[in-house]
């Protein structure tokens, strides 16, 4: 018999407060959202945890630091591929974060976004998520891509952290709507 999952209340709020932040970022995406996430992180006097969840890999084992150990979901890719991505992903991070006054982290991460960042979430009890908004990709926009594709919306019916949601790409009002 399905048991109904907790849902958002009071009780669940985690304080901001001293709990650190999950950032979800690509490599060499925008720095807007790890700049967001920088001044946010400095407002609250709070760590920041930088999270790159590769779809081409899938987690084997998970442990209490939001680590995990993943392997390549293509037997016949090169398993060490995904450390060149996550140096990139660092060094980027670093250049992006350098002389800030806020301690972060990095955690490359493995399976379906959403559910990647939050179980990183709940492992370092952080408060909320912070992630970028997907542009719109082609010239017609459609409602169910965007409620498909969105790490922001899944984030938002799956778990009961707050989600602040960076805009990336800014549609003009006075033009005409992106789905005409």
């Known amino acids: 018999m399905p048991t109904t999952p907790p849902q958002p209340a009071v009780e669940r709020i985690v ?17 807007l959202v790890v700049h ?15 999270a790159y969840v590769d779809p081409s890999r ?14 390549s979901v ?10 060149t991505q996550e140096s990139r ?5 670093e250049r992006e974060c350098a002389d800030q006054p806020v301690t972060w982290h990095v955690r490359y991460l493995a399976g379906r976004a959403d559910r990647a960042l939050t179980h990183l979430a709940r492992t370092v009890d952080a ?16 409602p169910d891509e965007f409620l498909n594709e969105s790490i922001a919306v ?6 009961h952290r707050p989600v602040l949601t960076v805009p990336l790409v800014v549609v003009d009002w006075k033009d005409r709507t992106p789905w005409q």
């Open 127 to 142: 408060s909320a998520f912070i992630v970028g908004a997907h542009g719109v990709r082609r010239s017609r926009w459609r």
């Open 154 to 159: 899944r984030l938002s019916h799956h778990q």
């Open 89 to 93: 992903l660092t060094s980027w991070l």
């Open 36 to 50: 967001t996430a920088l001044e946010w992180a400095k407002a609250l006097g709070v760590d920041l945890y930088f």
């Open 74 to 83: 293509d037997p016949d890719t090169l398993d060490e591929e995904w450390r």
């Open 15 to 31: 304080p901001f407060a001293g709990h650190p932040l999950v950032v979800g970022v690509v490599p060499g995406g925008s720095g």
């Open 58 to 71: 899938v987690s084997i084992a998970e442990y209490p630091d939001g680590t995990v150990d993943h392997v």
